[in-house]
């Protein structure tokens, strides 16, 4: 099973930008669905982006237009990258294999350990 590592969080200031990383390691290509999952302080965990191999993406209302997720297939790297961000994208964010049933998206791991945003003035 291939690890996954987050990494480029920190607080910012609304309005700012951030970009995540996820190291895959191993070859990110053989993974079909990818996404990235944040959990609010007290929330559930939400998918706010996903990025299918063949270059499907699907992002959550709150962040279109904001948000943009890719992959690296050749450094075996996903990317969040986050702009003017707002408070309520305050959060753990967490870079996730998924599995598709319908046109739901799920998680096909348990959480690793995240990168945590917070986006305070």
């Known amino acids: 099973q291939v690890q996954l590592t987050e990494s480029g969080g920190g607080l910012v200031q609304p309005g700012d930008s951030l970009r995540l990383s996820c190291a895959v390691n191993?070859?990110?290509?053989?993974?079909?669905?990818m996404g990235w999952y944040r959990q609010a302080p007290g929330k559930q965990h939400e998918l706010v982006a996903a990025?299918?191999?063949?270059?499907?993406?699907h992002y959550a209302e709150s962040v279109k237009g904001r948000f943009t997720i890719s992959r690296d297939n050749d450094m075996n790297i996903l990317y969040l990258q986050m702009n003017d961000l707002k408070p309520e994208d305050t959060g753990v964010y967490y870079c996730?294999?998924?599995?598709?049933?319908?046109?739901?998206?799920?998680?096909?791991?348990?959480w690793g350990q995240g990168t945590r945003v917070t986006v305070s003035s």
């Open positions: 191993g070859s990110i290509f053989s993974i079909t669905y």
């Open positions: 990025n299918t191999r063949s270059g499907i993406l």
């Open positions: 996730m294999e998924m599995s598709k049933h319908n046109s739901d998206y799920r998680p096909r791991r348990s």
